[in-house]
């Protein structure tokens, strides 16, 4: 299927989500005829962009408290905290870049020599062999997970714990003030292999998902060393994040 009649369905799926507040991936893999993987797919990447919230077979209506007024304005969030990101970063750094659409950003933002980079997505792989600071990229392999499209598994554990790294740059679904991060995604094994072989753990989220609580604790509180997030981060949750022990980096968009 061409690029605009994916961005035409997905367009569909967020008038369909508005209207009647949830949807079935079953449902819709036959309104449009197309594969439940497709479906998965695309209901990912409208959470990412905050159209929706998955949910276990579907899709529910983002609740009102989450919704920001402006696409433009969460690109600018996520950039910002990139670029914040990016500056956590020494030269030759050995970094974990995990799969997603703020991480993802974190790539563009790289201009550090002698890097050494693992990640699990073939998509930032491949961004990273196109930057000027030619960075050591490594990844993970393992068995590819459609939902997340990125590897995960056995093999990507095993190979991630063959090496130590100074940092784990990772983003999250949602963040639990009482647990620590949350996904939908069940596939949470090699997030936490990624944070046990890292020196420093740094999440980068933005702020309109932080007390988002999915249903999948992904990273505790005890294993987050930073925090990244958008200067529309309420200052009490600041307060309280940092009590338990995490520096909080507030990245001015």
């Known amino acids: 299927m061409s690029k605009r009649n ?3 369905r997905r367009q569909i799926i967020v008038n369909i989500v508005q209207e009647q507040g949830e949807v079935s991936v079953e449902s819709l893999a036959q309104l449009f005829e197309t594969s439940e993987v497709t479906i998965r797919k695309d209901l990912t990447a409208l959470e990412e962009s905050g159209f929706l919230l998955r949910r276990y077979g579907g899709a529910i209506k983002l609740p009102s408290e989450l919704i920001d007024d402006s696409q433009e304005n969460l690109s600018k969030q996520k950039l910002a905290i990139a670029h914040s990101a990016a500056n956590q970063i020494r030269e030759h750094n050995r970094i974990i870049i995990d799969s997603g659409s703020t991480t993802g950003a974190l790539v563009k933002a790289l201009h550090h020599s002698g890097l050494v980079v693992m990640t699990n997505s073939l998509a930032l792989a491949s961004e990273l062999t196109t930057l ?4 050591t990229v490594l990844m993970t392999g393992g068995t590819w997970d459609a939902r997340s499209e990125s590897f995960q598994g056995k093999v990507a554990e095993n190979v991630l714990r063959s090496y130590d790294f100074d940092q784990l740059f990772i983003g999250a679904d949602g963040l639990d003030l009482a647990r ?4 939908f995604n069940e596939l949470v094994g090699l997030s936490q292999v990624m944070a046990e072989v890292s020196r420093e753990v740094v999440v980068l989220i933005e702020s309109q998902k932080i007390g988002r609580k999915m249903p999948n604790l992904e990273l505790k509180w005890q294993q987050i060393d930073k925090l990244i997030t958008d200067d529309q981060l309420d200052p009490d949750v600041k307060m309280q994040i940092e009590s338990l022990g995490v520096e ?3 990245a001015k968009s």
Do not use: D, L, R, S
């Open 6 to 8: 994916t961005q035409q």
């Open 132 to 135: 000027e600071c030619e960075p």
């Open 180 to 183: 620590g991060t949350t996904t």
């Open 248 to 250: 909080v980096i507030i």
